[in-house]
């Protein structure tokens, strides 16, 4: 099956840092990459799009600046919560869409990465 | 504005009974709908599908029932297992996108 993997899986951080988080995928080639977050209680919430090679497409409400998104390889998306502040605390979760054999609207999750910024 | 919506933020069901989560969307442009179970600390999994053109899709104990005129779907798992209880996220898709808009949750209790 199609893996996805998250690393780190928690991380906490003070207020201020910067933190990377990777989103991978490990049996497939990934054309896009979609980057997610969700509030205790809520939905997820899609933030952007990135497409390998590409710059990232950010939804509305979304600072381009704060969340940085690079999506380097068909395998490997990043994304950098800049100056974390405590209201960046939240689970964020990468998906991707494979680039061959693709059903419409084929997604697979990773794990999601807890943020918690103190 | 919310375009999927799932108003039930959770739901007990016995053991071997039916659950069935529901579902609805504003968007008369979304043509294509899926569920997406999630456990707490871990990613969504995909469960089942519904293209706009059918109105039914049945996979194992997972059926897909969706109702265009009153843009509402709902999923019945039957018989329920424990092994169910998780949140289930109804997602909405339009043609020309491949952004998925996801609902709120429904976290689904199955009793013993």
């Known amino acids: 099956g199609a893996v996805v993997s998250q690393h780190p899986s928690w991380v906490i951080c003070k207020s201020g840092t910067s933190v990377k988080i990777e989103c991978r995928s490990l049996?497939?080639?990934?054309?896009?990459m979609f980057w997610y977050r969700q509030f205790p209680k809520q939905s997820l919430m899609l933030m952007a799009t990135s497409n390998e090679g590409s710059k990232a497409t950010y939804e509305q409400g979304v600072e381009k600046d704060k969340f940085l998104i690079n999506h380097a390889s068909l395998t490997l998306s990043t994304l950098t919560v800049t100056s974390a502040h405590p209201e960046d605390s939240s689970f964020y979760i990468c998906s991707a869409s494979p680039l061959r054999n693709r059903r419409y609207n084929e997604q697979f999750f990773g794990p999601g990465t807890r943020l918690t910024v103190l | 504005d919310q375009q999927v919506k799932q108003n039930s933020p959770s739901l007990s069901v016995q053991e071997g009974r039916i659950s069935i989560l529901n579902c609805d969307y504003t968007n008369s442009m979304f043509d294509y709908f899926l569920w997406y179970k999630k456990y707490p600390a871990e990613g969504p999994t995909f469960l089942i599908s519904?293209?706009?053109?059918?109105d039914k899709n049945e996979d194992g104990r997972f059926t897909v029932f969706l109702n265009k005129s009153a843009k509402h779907l709902s999923l019945h798992i039957v018989p329920s297992q424990p092994g169910d209880s998780a949140v289930y996220f109804c997602a909405a898709s339009e043609n020309r996108d491949d952004k998925i808009i996801f609902g709120k949750g429904t976290r689904l209790h199955i009793l013993p």
């Open positions: 519904i293209s706009s053109i059918k």
């Open positions: 049996d497939f080639q990934a054309t896009t």
